[in-house]
């Protein structure tokens, strides 16, 4: 399969947006575009569980090189592996949901879907480029388009918001690009990541650079104690934005965390991990019972998204097999889920004009199919087998019970107990507002439109895909955790 | 058979015919302003196309004037933002009673340009550089009903004043210690003795001024503010892009063997130019102030490139001046536009350009993000390979400076960003008709912003001509 497409997609789909002057028509445009790709993403996998079976086993498939600068050694490299196509996955599906939730904004609507677009497009380059310099690149691309949606279609503190977001992400990249480019120069003149991990740096160097990749990574993907971003960042975004923030953009920190930071510098890795792992586990509980104080709906997410990307941090600072393999499902299994909460939450807040819990109440009788979904998404965040959080939890804590020394068990166990309290803030949560006596001023509100329901449909089944048959996102992901483990312990 | 000069010197030759020709329009009976411009911006496109005619090398005048396929491309890079500039400034231009002298002046300095990065001795380097700044202080005072661009006008010619002075002093001692004023005899009698490095640093410090370096920045911002906006895009793209090209042939040919002196000077005047011109432009609420200190921020990038000492730090500044030249000169036009229709000036006044100006705002938007370095802009690319080769010396206290600047700067040019497309504002801009040949200009410098990085062979070919 020839991996451009992938790309060509969203940016024929950015033009055809951007030149046609109908609403209805963008919208279309928007949605086809992504249901293409989407029908892309899903070939991709056929395609490359094929290329598996039938034995290929090189690291990446689909690879093609080209040549960008040639004086600075910049090549336009991209593959896939199977992270890379899970998450390729994870990022179609939210980006179908996203486009479908956002049917009715009505203000400068091609700006907005072009936005989306380009967002989209920032995401899926990242995902499948091998070339850290292109990787930036597409990191990068995602910025302001971030800022831009919540800037002009956000609410409440959405300058504030927009302002905050950019500039720590911006903050991060520096680390990013610092880290880089101390990779650059040490690894003889290269920004292929293939050709790093193959040339030899230093137990020292390696000690310089991890803080900077991993730190910079870690803005992006809410590492404690640089989450701040999130809260402010996910209330204030439109719907998609916010979706897209939690379901994509935190993502391409966590595939960072661990591609390019853990893969490439695999001792600074080892030095770091206790560090990482502190820092997870703080998050974690930190997470859950700031999520407990919160009673706007959107902001239960944001802090419960802190909470739940620790886990997929905690995996990787475990450094065994089976935990990795968990943050990786932990990161798909969190996209598709914060995605699907925050939909809803946009459904109801369109309905309802508040996402305070306290001022809802037996939302289930006038709008089930909303709060149908409100109750699964709720039972997938705190846990419930069956579906993906289960999965993905179960297996980072298993793969963290590998390591048998004191430190790792009690890790462990603290973020295991953090599900409890987890449990009661979901809980409450959508109790409060879909259970319980509906205010009168409710009684007249409708239930979910086609779009809302296909959008919600398209992410539960992701979630569902992952939950009852676990065994497929595990293969994909198991290929890939054996490799960076391999470097860790030789 | 054509003399040897006639090639090498066709860009100069051009640039005299064109202001002979203005100047019999002069004495003549004068052309009426919208029939002269377009002929003006035909020859200027001339001017620009001569640099392609042949790709030669040589000297002469006894090695006074060199010419190598970097220093043309280098002058076709100038020639290019003279150009955009007259595309772009098309309403003010055509307002002004002089416009005939307008070009004149502009043309002169662009001759001394020409003339500076040909240079191939100290005493053409300091001519050159007299006439390529002395009527600039002279465009500066064009809108001659404002107090404040006489101001300008001043404060610019006591400036360079000054450090001609300084520059003259330097050369002398210079002189004085080497018995040479040959660019090519000089490094090897360059032996780091105090006569030469106080030579050097008052050479340098001459150089700062003109690149408005800290702490010798500060006429930068009262000029910019009080000169016409052709005037400021002017100074702040093409002086500022021609001088940088002679520091660096100057800093990396003449006085290599002073590499660990001018290496300290600039790793601490970067930092501080930086950090200054960026803290500075956080607090402007004049659109041309901020930008003027926006470029002082973005000279301290420059000077981090130009730290690398090898091929890659000059194709790297080179590139980031040709990338500059379409970003800023996109975003002084949308001032300019503004300004001559309006009269609005301030931060204030671009809230909610957007609603009204989709258009203007895109562009504004589209430039700020390339000064900002943010992808996929070509600005991206040319902060990133300033930073690859200020890497290269192995210091990356520079880069992680260079890289928390680049976060401070995102601020303020968000802040724009914002006010555009974010605030409310109650008195908007009302919609501006763009004249076509104005919307053209904006056009293609937006596409050059966009594409200018991905056409990667542009770099790769800077970078064959420099090495």
Same mark, same amino acid.
């Given at each position: 399969?020839?991996?451009?497409?992938?790309?060509?997609?969203?940016?024929?789909?950015?033009?055809?947006?951007?030149?046609?002057?109908?609403?209805?028509?963008?919208?279309?445009?928007?949605?086809?575009?992504?249901?293409?790709?989407?029908?892309?993403?899903?070939?991709?996998?056929?395609?490359?569980?094929?290329?598996?079976?039938?034995?290929?086993?090189?690291?990446?498939?689909?690879?093609?090189? !080209?040549?960008?600068?040639?004086?600075?050694?910049?090549?336009?490299? /991209?593959?896939?592996?199977?992270?890379?196509?899970?998450?390729?996955?994870?990022?179609?599906?939210?980006?179908?949901?996203?486009?479908?939730?956002?049917?009715?904004?009505?203000?400068?609507?091609?700006?907005?879907?072009?936005?989306?677009?380009?967002?989209?497009?920032?995401?899926?380059?990242?995902?499948?480029?091998?070339?850290?310099?292109?990787?930036?690149?597409?990191?990068?691309?995602?910025?302001?388009?971030?800022?831009?949606?919540?800037?002009?279609?956000?609410?409440?503190?959405?300058?504030?918001?927009?302002?905050?977001?950019?500039?720590?992400?911006?903050?991060?990249?520096?680390?990013?690009?610092?880290?880089?480019?101390?990779?650059?120069?040490? +690894?003889?003149?290269?920004?292929?990541?293939?050709?790093?991990?193959?040339?030899?740096?230093?137990?020292?160097?390696?000690?310089?650079?991890?803080?900077?990749?991993?730190?910079?990574?870690?803005? #992006?993907?809410?590492?404690?104690?640089?989450?701040?971003?999130?809260?402010?960042?996910?209330?204030?975004?439109?719907? +998609?934005?916010?979706?897209?923030?939690?379901?994509?953009?935190?993502?391409?920190?966590?595939?960072?965390?661990?591609?390019?930071?853990?893969?490439?510098?695999?001792?600074?890795?080892?030095?770091?991990?206790?560090?990482?792992?502190?820092?997870?586990?703080?998050?974690?509980?930190?997470?859950?019972?700031?999520?407990?104080?919160?009673?706007?709906?959107? !902001?239960?997410?944001?802090?419960?998204?802190?909470?739940?990307?620790?886990?997929?941090?905690?995996?990787?600072?475990?450094?065994?097999?089976?935990?990795?393999?968990?943050?990786?499902?932990?990161?798909?299994?969190?996209?598709?889920?914060?995605?699907?909460?925050?939909?809803?939450?946009?459904?109801?807040?369109?309905?309802?004009?508040?996402?305070?819990?306290?001022?809802?109440?037996?939302?289930?009788?006038?709008?089930?199919?909303?709060?149908?979904?409100?109750?699964?998404?709720?039972?997938?965040?705190?846990?419930?087998?069956?579906?993906?959080?289960?999965?993905?939890?179960?297996?980072?804590?298993?793969?963290?019970?590998?390591?048998?020394?004191?430190?790792?068990?009690?890790?462990?166990?603290?973020?295991?107990?953090?599900?409890?309290?987890?449990?009661?803030?979901?809980?409450?949560?959508?109790?409060?507002?879909?259970?319980?006596?509906?205010?009168?001023?409710?009684?007249?509100?409708?239930?979910?439109?086609?779009?809302?329901?296909?959008?919600?449909?398209?992410?539960?089944?992701?979630?569902?895909? /992952?939950?009852?048959?676990?065994?497929?996102?595990?293969?994909?992901?198991?290929?890939?955790?054996?490799?960076?483990?391999?470097?860790?312990?030789? | 058979?054509?003399?040897?000069?006639?090639?090498?010197?066709?860009?100069?030759?051009?640039?005299?015919?064109?202001?002979?020709?203005?100047?019999?329009?002069?004495?003549?009976?004068?052309?009426?302003?919208?029939?002269?411009?377009?002929?003006?911006?035909?020859?200027?496109?001339?001017?620009?196309?001569?640099?392609?005619?042949?790709?030669?090398?040589?000297?002469?005048?006894?090695?006074?004037?060199?010419?190598?396929?970097?220093?043309?491309?280098?002058?076709?890079?100038?020639?290019?933002?003279?150009?955009?500039?007259?595309?772009?400034?098309?309403?003010?231009?055509?307002?002004?009673?002089?416009?005939?002298?307008?070009?004149?002046?502009?043309?002169?300095?662009?001759?001394?340009?020409?003339?500076?990065?040909?240079?191939?001795?100290?005493?053409?380097?300091?001519?050159?550089?007299?006439?390529?700044?002395?009527?600039?202080?002279?465009?500066?005072?064009?809108?001659?009903?404002?107090?404040?661009?006489?101001?300008?006008?001043?404060?610019?010619?006591?400036?360079?004043? #000054?450090?001609?002075?300084?520059?003259?002093?330097?050369?002398?001692?210079?002189?004085?210690?080497?018995?040479?004023?040959?660019?090519?005899?000089?490094?090897?009698?360059?032996?780091?003795?105090?006569?030469? /490095?106080?030579?050097?640093?008052?050479?340098?410090?001459?150089?700062?001024?003109?690149?408005?370096?800290?702490?010798?920045?500060?006429?930068?911002?009262?000029?910019?503010?009080?000169?016409?906006?052709?005037?400021?895009?002017?100074?702040?793209?093409?002086?500022?892009?021609?001088?940088?090209?002679?520091?660096?042939?100057?800093?990396?040919?003449?006085?290599?063997?002073?590499?660990?002196?001018?290496?300290?000077?600039?790793?601490?005047?970067?930092?501080?130019?930086?950090?200054?011109?960026?803290?500075?432009?956080?607090?402007?609420?004049?659109?041309?102030?901020?930008?003027?200190?926006?470029?002082?921020?973005?000279?301290?990038?420059?000077?981090?490139?130009?730290?690398?000492?090898?091929?890659?730090?000059?194709?790297?500044?080179?590139?980031?001046?040709?990338?500059?030249?379409?970003?800023?000169?996109?975003?002084?036009?949308?001032?300019?536009?503004?300004?001559?229709?309006?009269?609005?000036?301030?931060?204030?006044?671009?809230?909610?350009?957007?609603?009204?100006?989709?258009?203007?705002?895109?562009?504004?938007?589209?430039?700020?993000?390339?000064?900002?370095?943010?992808?996929?802009?070509?600005?991206?690319?040319?902060?990133?390979?300033?930073?690859?080769?200020?890497?290269?010396?192995?210091?990356?206290?520079?880069?992680?400076?260079?890289?928390?600047?680049?976060?401070?700067?995102?601020?303020?040019?968000?802040?724009?960003?914002?006010?555009?497309?974010?605030?409310?504002?109650?008195?908007? /801009?009302?919609?501006?008709?763009?004249?076509?040949?104005?919307?053209?200009?904006?056009?293609?410098?937006?596409?050059?912003?966009?594409?200018?990085?991905?056409?990667?062979?542009?770099?790769?070919?800077?970078?064959?001509?420099?090495?």
């Amino acid at each position: 399969m020839n991996l451009h497409i992938i790309l060509l997609l969203p940016l024929l789909t950015a033009a055809g947006v951007l030149i046609s002057s109908n609403k209805q028509v963008i919208r279309m445009i928007s949605l086809f575009g992504s249901l293409i790709q989407m029908g892309l993403a899903l070939a991709l996998y056929f395609a490359f569980t094929a290329e598996r079976t039938a034995g290929n086993a090189t690291q990446m498939l689909f690879e093609q090189n !080209y040549t960008l600068f040639t004086s600075l050694n910049i090549h336009y490299h /991209i593959g896939v592996d199977g992270i890379s196509v899970a998450m390729i996955m994870l990022t179609s599906f939210v980006v179908v949901a996203g486009v479908l939730v956002s049917w009715n904004i009505e203000k400068m609507t091609r700006e907005f879907y072009f936005l989306l677009v380009l967002l989209a497009l920032g995401a899926y380059g990242f995902f499948i480029s091998l070339d850290l310099f292109v990787m930036f690149f597409f990191l990068e691309i995602s910025v302001i388009p971030k800022y831009l949606l919540i800037g002009v279609w956000g609410s409440g503190k959405k300058e504030y918001a927009a302002n905050k977001l950019a500039l720590m992400l911006m903050g991060g990249s520096a680390l990013i690009l610092v880290g880089m480019l101390i990779l650059y120069f040490n +690894a003889g003149h290269t920004f292929d990541i293939q050709q790093i991990s193959q040339s030899v740096i230093g137990g020292r160097l390696q000690n310089i650079i991890f803080p900077f990749l991993f730190l910079g990574f870690g803005v #992006f993907t809410a590492l404690f104690p640089l989450h701040t971003w999130v809260p402010d960042g996910h209330s204030s975004a439109p719907t +998609a934005g916010s979706m897209f923030l939690a379901g994509i953009s935190m993502k391409l920190g966590g595939y960072g965390c661990l591609r390019v930071a853990t893969y490439l510098l695999p001792e600074g890795a080892k030095e770091y991990a206790n560090i990482i792992i502190v820092l997870s586990a703080i998050a974690i509980i930190y997470g859950a019972f700031a999520t407990m104080m919160q009673k706007d709906l959107k !902001y239960i997410n944001a802090y419960s998204s802190v909470s739940h990307v620790g886990f997929s941090l905690l995996g990787i600072g475990m450094l065994t097999q089976t935990a990795i393999t968990g943050a990786l499902m932990q990161m798909v299994s969190h996209g598709l889920m914060t995605a699907l909460f925050f939909a809803v939450i946009g459904m109801i807040y369109d309905r309802t004009h508040t996402r305070m819990t306290a001022e809802m109440g037996g939302l289930l009788k006038v709008m089930p199919f909303i709060a149908t979904i409100l109750f699964i998404v709720g039972l997938c965040s705190l846990g419930l087998p069956g579906l993906s959080g289960f999965v993905a939890e179960m297996t980072v804590f298993v793969g963290s019970w590998e390591n048998a020394d004191t430190f790792h068990r009690v890790a462990t166990l603290l973020a295991c107990a953090s599900i409890v309290v987890t449990a009661v803030y979901i809980l409450r949560a959508v109790g409060q507002t879909a259970m319980g006596p509906i205010r009168t001023e409710h009684l007249s509100l409708g239930d979910a439109k086609w779009n809302e329901k296909l959008a919600a449909i398209v992410l539960l089944a992701g979630i569902l895909a /992952i939950g009852i048959m676990p065994y497929w996102l595990n293969d994909l992901l198991t290929g890939p955790a054996k490799i960076i483990m391999d470097r860790i312990h030789p | 058979m054509i003399p040897d000069f006639i090639y090498l010197m066709r860009s100069e030759l051009v640039v005299t015919l064109i202001i002979f020709f203005l100047l019999f329009v002069k004495i003549g009976k004068g052309m009426r302003n919208s029939s002269l411009l377009p002929v003006i911006q035909f020859l200027l496109l001339v001017n620009f196309l001569s640099h392609f005619a042949c790709h030669c090398s040589g000297n002469l005048f006894g090695n006074m004037f060199l010419v190598t396929p970097l220093i043309t491309m280098q002058k076709a890079i100038l020639s290019l933002a003279v150009y955009l500039i007259s595309l772009l400034c098309t309403e003010w231009l055509k307002k002004t009673e002089h416009l005939a002298e307008f070009f004149l002046l502009m043309l002169s300095a662009l001759l001394g340009m020409f003339f500076l990065l040909s240079s191939g001795n100290l005493l053409i380097f300091y001519l050159s550089l007299e006439l390529a700044t002395i009527p600039v202080a002279a465009m500066a005072n064009f809108d001659l009903h404002k107090r404040i661009s006489s101001e300008a006008a001043m404060k610019m010619i006591l400036s360079s004043a #000054f450090s001609s002075g300084i520059l003259l002093f330097g050369i002398s001692l210079v002189y004085g210690s080497t018995g040479t004023l040959s660019f090519s005899a000089l490094p090897a009698l360059l032996n780091g003795s105090p006569l030469q /490095i106080m030579g050097f640093v008052f050479l340098f410090t001459a150089f700062a001024f003109k690149l408005s370096i800290v702490p010798f920045h500060l006429w930068t911002a009262d000029v910019y503010e009080g000169a016409p906006v052709a005037v400021t895009s002017f100074l702040s793209v093409v002086s500022k892009g021609a001088i940088a090209f002679v520091f660096m042939t100057f800093l990396y040919k003449v006085f290599q063997p002073l590499h660990t002196t001018w290496y300290n000077l600039i790793f601490i005047l970067s930092i501080i130019t930086m950090v200054i011109g960026n803290l500075f432009a956080l607090r402007q609420n004049n659109i041309k102030r901020f930008l003027a200190f926006s470029s002082i921020a973005q000279v301290g990038f420059i000077l981090v490139g130009i730290s690398s000492n090898d091929p890659g730090g000059m194709t790297a500044v080179i590139f980031f001046i040709l990338v500059y030249v379409f970003s800023n000169l996109a975003a002084f036009g949308v001032a300019d536009v503004i300004a001559v229709s309006t009269g609005k000036e301030t931060i204030e006044d671009y809230k909610g350009l957007y609603a009204t100006n989709p258009f203007l705002g895109w562009i504004l938007a589209l430039s700020l993000f390339s000064l900002a370095g943010i992808p996929p802009t070509a600005g991206f690319f040319g902060k990133l390979f300033l930073l690859t080769a200020g890497a290269s010396t192995g210091n990356y206290w520079l880069i992680i400076i260079a890289g928390l600047n680049m976060v401070i700067s995102l601020y303020y040019y968000l802040k724009l960003v914002r006010a555009m497309f974010m605030d409310k504002n109650e008195n908007p /801009i009302p919609k501006i008709y763009v004249n076509r040949t104005v919307k053209w200009a904006m056009v293609l410098c937006a596409l050059a912003i966009i594409l200018l990085g991905m056409f990667s062979w542009l770099y790769d070919h800077i970078h064959s001509l420099v090495a």
